[in-house]
């Protein structure tokens, strides 16, 4: 089982960046984003199941899709801010509802470096 995260990138303050995550070796019901930066614990993002629920500093700015017949998901990070620097990593699990915190996802990528610059 993989996840592959790809996307990251340098951008500047105000863009948009689109990240990808594609898993392989199963399927899985629940997906995540997640975001580490210096010196921070790593925080969550974004979350899709059915529905879908994001961070109070992303919501009307990040929005999380997936393609079931692909088995990916994607963030899609508009107007991006200095504040959203940080590595992202996307997460997936097989249970059933949303994952809000890191304990309810079982698998993760390898992580993609975000910058923002001002």
């Known amino acids: 089982v993989q996840l592959q995260a790809s996307g990251g990138g340098l951008v500047q303050a105000g863009g948009s960046l689109r990240l990808s995550c594609a898993a392989s070796g199963r399927t899985f019901s629940r997906y995540g984003w997640f975001r580490q930066a210096p010196g921070k614990e790593r925080e969550f993002v974004a979350a899709?199941?059915?529905?879908?629920y994001y961070a109070d500093s992303v919501r009307g700015r990040f929005t999380i899709s997936r393609n079931n017949a692909l088995n990916t998901v994607v963030l899609q990070m508009n107007s991006l801010k200095p504040e959203d620097t940080a590595v992202y990593y996307c997460a997936a699990d097989g249970r059933l509802g949303l994952g809000l915190t890191r304990s309810d996802y079982g698998y993760w990528g390898q992580g993609t470096q975000v910058t923002v610059s001002s």
């Open positions: 899709i199941h059915q529905n879908t």
